[in-house]
């Protein structure tokens, strides 16, 4: 899946571009500046945008000699752009769940990298920052058997590998005080899925 654009799995047609453009604001906006937005050409999105608006998932109203575009969330369609607007928040939400049937809770876990920022592509891995409790065993097999089918769980979501960064709570002191590169993108980018938030965590 490319995580910066997961609904191309399905379209990766400028239709499906345009359309979870306008799912993502209520803002009524141009056919120019929905081509600015997407990068393709301001003739070539005007002719989708007037298909999708004659199927009628596209309102469309007169502003002078403009016309301005917004999706049509009462449309039969509405819920299915939703969802492909909406996979990162799915991936988050999924992985909630996931951990909250953990026997082992975790100290931390979060969601980091290209996956949370949105910028990645079919081959990015989707990254995780997993802190293992202070009382745990890093071989412990409870453990193990968690986050393996955690990785495994991710793989079947997105068909990306997970890419989980493990350390013992032991280990947080020494990373806060090396300030790895790592560190920064997790304090810029991380979105907190379990136990305590991240930037807590780093800045005790």
Do not use: C
Request: hydrophobic share 40%.
């Amino acid at each position: 899946m490319n995580v910066a654009k997961p609904y191309t799995a399905i379209s990766a047609t400028i239709d499906t571009e345009l359309l979870v453009t306008l799912v993502g604001s209520r803002e009524a906006r141009s056919g120019r500046q929905l081509a600015e937005e997407i990068g393709r050409s301001p003739t070539g999105v005007q002719h989708v945008l007037d298909r999708l608006v004659s199927e009628g998932l596209v309102h469309r109203v007169g502003a002078g000699r403009a016309f301005l575009y917004t999706f049509n969330y009462d449309h039969l369609l509405a819920e299915a752009v939703q969802e492909m607007a909406g996979a990162r928040a799915e991936l988050v939400r999924r992985l909630r769940e996931q951990v909250m049937d953990w026997k082992i809770e975790p100290r931390h876990l979060s969601l980091f990298g290209s996956a949370a920022r949105g910028d990645g592509d079919r081959e990015s891995d989707i990254d995780l920052f997993l802190v293992r409790p202070i009382r745990v065993d890093p071989e412990d097999e409870s453990w193990r058997e968690q986050v393996e089918q955690l990785a495994e769980r991710v793989y079947g979501w997105t068909g990306n590998n997970a890419g989980i960064v493990e350390l013992g709570e032991r280990q947080l002191p020494g990373l806060r005080r090396r300030r790895p590169p790592a560190l920064r993108e997790l304090d810029r980018d991380a979105i907190d899925v379990a136990g305590s938030p991240v930037r807590k965590l780093l800045r005790k």
